[in-house]
T-cell receptor, first 115, second 115 residues
């Protein structure tokens, strides 16, 4: 099967610091990766779509300067939460697909707590 | 804009009983519909999807869902559940073309199967 990993699985940081979350496709090459956010008792919300070698496309209401996405290789995408604040505390989930028209495979998620 | 409503946040059932997890959606364009399952401490996995053709789609482990355009529903059913079906189930919708893959999720339904 297709496996997607995320690192770290959970992170606690101080307000004002930056946090980087990695998303890796372990056994396939992913031209497209998606980043989602899930607040408690709410559904997953798509934040952005990244295509390898291109700039990410952000959904309405998501600050691109705050959530920096890099998809520099076919197996790795990173999400950096810059100058994190307590309201950024959430569950961040990535998914990867061989192409944008194919099935997405989801990572297990990263829980971020900003103090 | 699209939205997905899962009417039940939790569904408890006994083993070997039938189950239906309800999902309704709204969209101004043609949609593709998905059910994902999330087992504890794992990422979301695609259970089944409707893209076109037969409105009844099936998964390999006995679940089925029927696309009902007039009722804008995509309910998930299984005639006889097992303990191992205990998980959280998410209904999702995406548009076509360049919007394919940009999933809008429901809030999830936790299915608990009791012996």
């Amino acid at each position: 099967g297709a496996v997607v990993s995320q690192h770290p699985s959970w992170v606690i940081c101080k307000s004002g610091t930056s946090v980087k979350i990695e998303c890796r496709s372990l056994d396939f090459q992913a031209t497209t990766m998606f980043w989602y956010r899930q607040f408690p008792k709410q559904s997953l919300m798509l934040m952005a779509t990244s295509n390898e070698g291109s700039k990410a496309t952000y959904e309405q209401g998501v600050e691109k300067d705050k959530f920096l996405i890099n998809h520099a290789s076919l197996t790795l995408s990173t999400l950096t939460v810059t100058s994190a604040h307590p309201e950024d505390s959430s569950f961040y989930i990535c998914s990867a697909a061989r192409t944008s028209q194919e099935t997405q495979y989801f990572g297990p998620g990263t829980r971020l707590l900003v103090l | 804009a699209q939205s997905v409503t899962q009417l039940d946040s939790q569904v408890p059932v006994f083993e070997e009983a039938p189950v239906e997890l309800r999902c309704n959606y709204s969209s101004s364009v043609s949609v593709y519909l998905f059910w994902y399952v999330q087992y504890p401490n794992q990422g979301l996995q695609l259970l089944l999807k409707y893209l076109s053709g037969s409105t009844l789609v099936e998964s390999i482990n006995g679940f089925e869902a029927e696309f009902n355009k007039s009722q804008t529903s995509f309910h998930l059913r299984k005639p006889s559940v097992h303990i191992s079906d205990t998980a959280e189930y998410f209904c999702a919708v995406s548009g076509g073309g360049t919007s394919y893959g940009k999933l809008t999720f429901g809030q999830g339904t936790i299915l608990t199967v009791h012996p």
